[in-house]
């Protein structure tokens, strides 16, 4: 019975110095991962004007950006503090803006009155 319970507690140990190993963090190498994509998602410019705001969802009435294969028109875009923190935000106002696409639309990276 003794040598079942000195075998499970060594067992028990040895999975646990085991590990992921280093430099193995999924944390990480995640965050590292979106941080890399971040850095080589393109950046498009554009401008136009402000249509409607519903809180980080800006509605703009834009140039477009062959770039981006986006035709002139109206689209939402999602922007984050940062971005707001500096802009105008009244619809009717007149921005030039830079963006890029992602998983889920188009994010606003910079938004400044024109």
Avoid: W
């Avoid at 136009?48 to 109206?74: C, K």
Wanted: glycine share 10%.
């Amino acid at each position: 019975m003794k040598n079942k319970i000195v075998l499970a507690i060594f067992g028990a140990f040895s999975l646990v110095a085991c590990g992921p190993g280093p430099g193995s963090s999924p944390q990480e190498n995640g965050s590292e991962r979106a941080a890399h994509a971040l850095e080589t998602t393109p950046q498009y410019d554009s401008a136009g004007v402000i249509s409607a705001v519903d809180g980080s969802i800006l509605t703009l009435d834009h140039d477009g950006a062959s770039g981006a294969n986006l035709p002139p028109g109206r689209n939402d875009f999602v922007a984050f503090a940062d971005v707001l923190s500096e802009a105008p935000l009244e619809p009717g106002s007149r921005v030039a803006f830079k963006f890029r696409r992602n998983d889920e639309g188009l994010e606003l990276t910079e938004l400044k009155a024109r």
